[in-house]
């Protein structure tokens, strides 16, 4: 008997092991292999050697990398809570089985397959104060044109504005298959109460997606923290680095400066930032809607 178990565990074991190896391959190895990469100082040719956590201390107090990362946070945090409401919103209005509402639908979702070239020379022509749509129209009604692109702070909102339009269609179709799993007679129940549209969101819709709403700020604020071609492509870093996000200085430092073990230990603490940050979310809503639940 128990040489035919441990038979069949074997057994078990060649089925996942095509994915196993695939895993190790794709995903561990590279990351093993950044970790050691990033006590390195090695170019793109090769030939590093060790130097423990000097990179670590280099970045550190290195102004270009830390504007870097305070200009990859209030990027996220103009774009996270934002996208969230407006995906929200838009699933709740095109919650219908309706011709009219599927239609709306793809087309919101439509931006969502557009390459980020694409995405970036769209909202070029938008935002552009010389010839682009804005500029165009201020000038129209007697207005000065607002340099998007070219200005600090209006520069990280025409990221800002660029991202949430592109990236919009994936969180408003995951909180619609959300709102689509909600019982109806939950809502016929609330109608029977005299519960207004806000009380019956409030307190029906909202709690029935939180699991939702938690993925999608998840997911979001991993994706904003990794942030990249908006910022290559339409300021490209400026002006003045206002705009230079931690991906575009890993990017920059790894193939303008050929500094490959400098660029891997500055990913290598953007990994950690998102995966304390995206933890972070998740034990502190599900503690807290445990506490709900208790309650």
């Keep these: 008997m128990r040489g035919g178990a441990d038979r069949r565990d074997w057994s078990g074991l060649l089925f996942v092991l095509p994915f196993l190896t695939a895993y190790l391959i794709i ?3 590279p990351l093993l292999s950044g970790m050691a990469l990033s006590f390195q100082r090695v170019d793109l040719f090769g030939g590093g ?7 670590y201390a280099r970045l550190f107090a290195d102004e270009t990398f830390v504007r870097s990362v ?14 969230t409401v407006i995906a929200l919103s838009l699933a709740l ?26 995405v970036t020379l769209i909202w070029r022509f938008v935002l552009a104060p010389d010839a682009g749509l804005l500029g165009e129209t201020a000038q129209a009604i007697g207005a000065e044109p607002i340099p998007f692109l070219s200005h600090p702070t ?34 016929e129940a609330a109608a029977l109460d005299r ?35 908006q910022a290559q492509l339409l300021t490209g870093g400026g002006p003045g680095g206002s705009t230079r996000t931690m991906v575009l ?32 979310q998740y034990v502190t809503t599900m503690r807290a809607s445990e506490g709900e639940d208790g309650r």
């Excluded at 200009?71 to 934002?82: E, Q, R, S």
């Excluded at 019956?200 to 979001?220: E, G």
């Design 70 to 83: 305070l200009n990859t946070f209030a990027l996220a945090l103009m774009i996270v809570p934002l996208l």
């Design 249 to 280: 200085f890993i990017f920059e430092s790894a193939f303008a400066r050929w500094e490959l073990g400098y660029a891997t230990a500055a990913a290598e603490i953007l990994f950690l930032l998102i995966v304390l940050i995206t933890l972070t």
């Design 27 to 29: 995903l561990i190895y």
């Design 154 to 187: 209006w520069s990280l909102w025409a990221l800002a504005i660029t991202t949430i339009w592109w990236s919009v269609g994936l969180p408003m179709m995951l909180f619609l298959a959300g709102l689509q799993q909600i019982p109806g007679d939950v809502y």
């Design 195 to 229: 519960a207004s549209r806000w009380t019956t969101f409030w307190r029906v819709t909202l709690p029935a997606l939180r699991r939702t709403l938690v993925l999608v700020v998840m997911l979001q604020t991993a994706a904003q923290l990794q942030i990249f071609g």
């Design 93 to 118: 209005a095109l919650n219908r089985a309706t011709r009219g509402a599927a239609v709306f639908r793809g087309v919101f979702f439509s931006s969502s397959v557009l390459s980020v070239t694409i």
């Design 49 to 55: 050697r060790f130097v423990g956590f000097d990179n």
